[in-house]
């Protein structure tokens, strides 16, 4: 019940306006979050079916979901229910069944299961825009299932560009985080508007009262209601239906007034909710009771709710008729029947009591345990959340049932094994032989969820008890995977330590262990350990897989390339023709070997990956096929492309904390924006904590170098680079940044501080192979020595390499030095022009000035064609940002950002930002 009394919307006009006035900013925002917010009862339903009718009438698709108790311990139950709410709705229909497909968990799901579901559901929710704005709704969402939370964290911000609405309703002093973390994200790439609903006047709960009594009421009676109701409109209605049973209200003349004075009614909000029932004979009252045990009851279940009230049948049937037509109970098309309003459910289910509600769970348990014995179809996940309510400690029987939903569930549902894995070992007495099993699994899930940080805890804590043997060593590598992404690498190293101390230790894990050693600065020890991981036994393709997979990585970030593209292929090998190990042998190395700047070698294997997967079906490894791509597309000059991606994978990787890879993408876009003059936008990312990995904090060393340089801060810049160089020169980018400080020296006149950091970049890259590190210190070279052939050779080593930026840098740099490189200057104008690279193409286009040579004119721009300051709001706008982030990185107001994106709109004939994005990317 609600602010909703017959068919008039009672004293909510006004959030009812705030709610369409965030809506109404849809096509030009993107995606927009409406949360409204009150304590149960207040009205956040009806406001929402309010919004959702109003919706529906200008023709908009309305996805629409609500939550309870029971539908959160069933894994993407709101994402499922919302999508068949639209399952029938024109063109978008076919995305939206094959979405449901995709979360239907009765098949065996594969590893890219979550990844393959995200893009069908964002591809769903997507195509409901196609037309016109779309809304997501979603009723109780503090009670939304952690899974389907987890998956709209990724999806949401997949879709932040297209016109959708994200309207839900949230208890206050609710104690769900994952609701919480997801508004949380949810802010960093959309307006999130919070609407908060407080007590109704008490004018608005007369109008109620007269609605309910069916005629207008004196001032004495209204005021009651109101106080004793709060102000609450569902406990206003029950409490007059109440008064008006109990015959203590009467009609005199025109309106009703009390019949007794206010200090003899004994009516509180919780009484008057009971009221509800209380007319009802003994035994509908009871099936009432067993039904809040269930939530949600079908036909099918009649025999069972039959056993749990103690009734026959045949009077269970009479007595849940009775329950409908009294509008206690409200059928629900294809999901049985419910309470008429939550509060309902859950005052039937307090006042039965927790010894008889554990008793009643205990008889449903029971019964669907003697099914699962007969051979009857039984949800597991039905069976494991009332053995969860009813089981008393030391239960084994409901220890198992629970941990066999786990694992049946780790994959596709991992939030809702961990939460099982939780009770189970809360049954358990503390020394129970089965706990290390079940915290291993907790861990194995929690890693599942993305949730590393989550995920040690419980693996350390089976560590402690697990035997020797594969289980002991999945759980090691679980438990070392996750503290490497949360950046815990001394510790992590530790624990390898110990684990190979032991003995038997798989060659999987000395390959965790040496990749550990590179990672806390024991680069020689790496070295040496990778030599002899090398001749180590493999007990499978998979294990072949991983470790080399591992060895790879290593040698790269210690620049030994020409070992990085053995071990890259040695690991393709050890996949023998398997394809889910092809693609992980293939997405691991194309990632390693794109932020290494081997462009030729990764691209091969990109494509081959997207091949395998594309064949699949599937979604595994997008994280480290979407870092191949923006690394490609940054050596390449593809920068538009680059930005996109990063745009789009970053809230993945974030969702995921995959923090590596995310630290990556950020530093190249850094490294991006810097070049392109959008040092406003780079203050952002400059402004993040730098990476605590060796290789990613390198990379941003050498971005960040870049940007403080372009802000006139010389000396800082120079800082950055001489800390990120170690003493040996192993670690990675050490050419890169050598090169760096070689060019920021000579830019700053201190010719011999330039010759004696090239000594030690000779000594450093004299065993270097890569295109990237060769061309770095040829330029550096050839801009100390002035020398042209040098120069000449940098720009073939960029060219041979399919560094196109790199060789348009090399072009500028012989230009510099060379008088007679026009030509070069003018390739190199070209490329800086095209990527937008300003700064650069203002300077070849100076030299070619002083040359005497023609520089190329921009071309006139033909109707419809952006300006630049409309092209650099439409980027942005493209890249996923909120018109406040645009305003405040371009330092405009955001109505200046609104003019821009109307004349944006009109130029190009787009309503939306996701058809803008749309037509960007068509001339990428």
Known sequence: MSSLVGRSFVGREAELAAVFDAVGRVPAAGLVAVVVSGEPGIGKSSLLAEVGRRLRDRGCAVAAAESDDVSRRIPYAAVATALRSVAGAGPASGGVRAALEALDLTAAPDAAWFGRSC???????TGLTAERPAALVLDDVDQVDDDSLALLAVVLRRVAAAPLALVTAVREHHRNPGVEELLDRLERHADVVRVRLAPLSGGDVARIVATVLGTPVDDGLAHEVHQRADGNPFFAVEIARSLRELDLVAVDGDRARLTVSPSAIRLTRREAVLRRVAPLD??????????????RVRLDQIGLLARVSSLPEETVVDAFDGLLRAHIVVREEDRGYRFSHALVGEALYQEIGPAQRRHLHSLISARLL???????AVDEMELAWHLAESAPPGDLRAVRVMAQAAAANRTTAPETAAALCARALELLPVAAPERAGLLASQCRALAHASRPGAA?????AALAALPPGADRSR???VVLTSMFLVGRFAEALRLADAELAAGDAPAAMHAQRALLLVFTGRHAEALAAAERIEAMPLTSAAEGVVVFDRLAVLTSMLFRHDKTVDYANRSLASAAGQPALELQALAVSASTGALAGLVHDASWRLRRAEELRERAGGHAFRGELEMARVALDWFG?????CLERVGRAAAELESRQELLMLDGLRAIELEVRTWRGELDVAARLAALAAPSSPNMSRLHALAMAGYLAARGDAEGARTVLVRAVDDDGMSAYSCALLGRLVELDLAAGRVDEARRVLGRLRVVAADRVAPWSRTAVRRAIGLVERDGAVLR??????????????????QLALGQVDGSAVEELLEAYAVFQRVGAHGLRRQAGGRLKELGAKVPRARGRAPGVLTAAEENVARLVQQGMRNRDIAAALHYSPRTIEVYLS???AKLRVSSRLELARVLDGRS
């Open 119 to 125: 893009e069908l559901v964002a591809r769903a929710l």
């Open 282 to 295: 003994r035994d509908t009252r009871a099936v009432a009771r067993a039904v809040s045990i269930f939530r």
């Open 370 to 376: 003697d099914d699962r014995a007969r051979g009857l």
């Open 456 to 460: 040690i805890g419980p693996g350390l």
């Open 475 to 477: 759980c090691v590598m």
């Open 637 to 641: 000059g593809a920068w538009d492309a």
């Open 793 to 810: 050779e940098a720009v073939r080593e960029a060219e041979v390499g399919g560094l196109v930026f790199e060789r348009a840098r090399g």
């Open 903 to 905: 004349r944006i709109y």
